[in-house]
Nanobody, 115 residues
Framework: QVQLVESGGGLVQAGGSLRLSCTAS????????MAWYRQAPGKQREPVAS???????NYADSVKGRFTISRDNAKNMVYLEMNSLKPEDTAVYYC?????????WGQGTQVTVSS
């Protein structure tokens, strides 16, 4: 079973940028969908972006044009480039993989955007 570790979170001013990384414990080349989710205080966890093994991407409407998801199968890494950050982007960001019926989450990384 793959293990996922997120990094790259922090405190940034509105309009700033951050790059999140998700490091997998084994090869992700066979994992079709890798995704980023986020959970703000008092809210449900929500999908942010996903990427298939073929490179197809999907984004939540709230982040389209500002966030970019990418993956590097050779390095077992998934990235989330976040630009033009807004206070409402403040949340814990999680990396997720699904292999068959097994869903794996990382521990999350905190992103705080100040106004």
């Amino acid at each position: 079973q793959v293990q996922l570790v997120e990094s790259g979170g922090g405190l940034v001013q509105a309009g700033g940028s951050l790059r999140l990384s998700c490091t997998a414990s084994r090869s992700i080349s066979s994992i079709n969908i890798m995704a980023w989710y986020r959970q703000a205080p008092g809210k449900q966890r929500e999908p942010v972006a996903s990427i298939s093994s073929g490179g197809s991407t999907n984004y939540a409407d709230s982040v389209k044009g500002r966030f970019t998801i990418s993956r590097d199968n050779a390095k077992n890494m998934v990235y989330l480039e976040m630009n033009s950050l807004k206070p409402e982007d403040t949340a814990v960001y999680y990396c997720r993989s699904v292999v068959g019926v097994i869903m794996t989450w990382g521990q999350g990384t905190q992103v705080t955007v100040s106004s």
